[in-house]
């Protein structure tokens, strides 16, 4: 066999590819560029040289983790105001300090102690929803997470914009700047239906298909949302959405809590993607989604933190189990999203609402390689009988080894490699000395 050399070899016990339930033992992933090149046991790798070999030899190896939906820069706010439902906490709370503290600096700061945070815990992928959308791509780059930068659009102002054409204006101008960059995507982020009249509605689908931008937007996330849109338009949000053509395959609607059995039939045969927010979810006591009908119907459906205001970490392993356990209690069956469906819902469907599928979610030749390792060798997940189960059930993110994306080696044996730990808590205090003034 002819030899070749490329910049990254990792030898791996375990290694789950995702393109099949299979687990494959003593595997390796050669890495050339930013490029999975090659896939096969160890034993048959000897022709394969690499400037870089690494022997993880109690670890599985799996794609990155995808957050579908989060507000990175709100670490900010991590627990600054708890146990509220989601309308108290936004207008009383979340809102006004937004209002005080939300700037350029603000966002890049909060983004980047998010980011690491997420680097931590295996998360290579963040769709991400805020203001200062140049803030968010710049810590993106830093970091060198594959940032998804969803431009907040809302019919009130904020210290970043006056009305949603200027929202919608900046957010494309800001865009322009990192179009050669790709690792950075925007995507428009109307708010909410509550937050976003039909007319901004409208201009949005426009520019969404005029610069094939992607459409991240909350919906259904409360009965209040569904009960207010009921009073003030005479139809339920998802319905109103439909009417004014948001609900199609450029949309990843977030949250989607509270669904009627046509609701469901809808987004399937709309094709839409959803952003299922378990911890969140049950923090603001917003409800438990239906998650197996959606998924018996066909629609698409990932996983988010949300913010870490509303969930207190961004920890995509912790969120992934949750949503196989929030799961089962709803619908009261224990074969409700088995550990399997809730790792595809993680990664590969977390590309599929991406529009990414056919670059990240899975390890495969061709393929970016956004990557992670996870050591099975601590007491916590001894003994080892289901690799699977284990991830999703016994694993956290502490024990997330190494993570590259796109290649490049953005952790390794827990230590990042592009942010500075040190720094980031030290700019964590400030904030906070600032924030509790």
């Keep these: 066999m002819q030899n070749t050399h490329v910049n990254t070899l990792i030898h791996a016990r375990w290694l789950i590819t995702m393109d099949s339930p299979q687990v494959l033992e003593h595997h390796s992933v050669a890495i050339l560029d930013t490029k999975i090149v090659a896939i096969l046991p160890t034993s048959a790798a000897s022709h394969i040289s690499a400037d870089e070999v690494i022997q993880l030899t109690e670890h599985v190896l799996m794609p990155g983790l995808i957050n579908l939906h989060g507000h990175s820069a709100m670490t900010l706010l991590r627990g600054y105001a708890d146990d509220k439902q989601l309308m108290d906490w936004l207008q009383n709370d979340i809102w006004p300090a937004e209002a005080k503290h939300v700037s350029d600096q603000f966002v890049f700061d909060g983004s980047l102690i998010g980011m690491a945070e997420m680097i931590r815990g295996g998360t290579t992928t963040i769709n991400d929803m805020y203001f200062y959308n140049s803030a968010v791509a ?55 239906p509550y937050t976003v009249s039909d007319a901004t509605f409208t201009k949005v689908v426009a520019a969404a298909h005029q610069h094939n931008m992607l459409v991240h937007c909350h919906i259904h996330e409360t009965e209040f949302e569904v009960n207010t849109s009921v009073t003030e338009h005479g139809q339920r949000p998802l319905a109103r959405l439909n009417d004014l053509g948001v609900l199609d395959t450029k949309l990843i609607a977030a949250h989607m809590v509270h669904l009627s059995d046509d609701e469901i039939a809808l987004a399937a045969a709309k094709n839409i993607s959803i952003a299922h927010n378990p911890t969140s979810n049950m923090k603001l ?153």
């Design 138 to 192: 710049r810590a993106g780059v830093q970091s060198g997470m594959r940032t998804f930068v969803g431009c907040s659009i809302l019919d009130f102002p904020t210290n970043y914009a006056q009305n949603a054409d200027e929202y919608i204006e900046k957010g494309l101008t800001e865009r322009a700047q990192f179009l050669d960059n790709e690792l950075i995507t925007f995507t428009l982020a109307p708010h909410a």
């Design 285 to 437: 006591s917003s409800g438990i989604a239906p998650i197996p009908a959606l998924l018996k119907a066909g629609v698409n459906v990932g996983i988010g933190t949300d913010g870490a205001a509303s969930n207190n970490k961004l920890d995509m392993l912790a969120d992934t189990r949750q949503a196989a356990l929030l799961a089962k209690v709803g619908s009261l069956n224990p074969t409700d999203v088995p550990a399997f469906t809730a790792l595809q819902m993680a990664t590969i469907n977390g590309a599929k609402a991406l529009h990414m599928a056919d670059k990240i979610g899975s390890i495969s030749v061709g393929k970016h390689a956004d990557i992670i390792a996870i050591n099975m060798s601590e007491l916590e997940t001894a003994p080892t009988f289901d690799v699977v189960s284990h991830i999703v059930y016994s694993a956290g993110r502490e024990h997330v080894s190494h993570v590259w994306v796109n290649g490049r080696c953005l952790l390794r044996e827990r230590e990042l490699r592009t942010l500075n730990e040190a720094e980031l808590k030290t700019c964590a205090r400030a904030w906070q000395a600032k924030i509790a003034q």
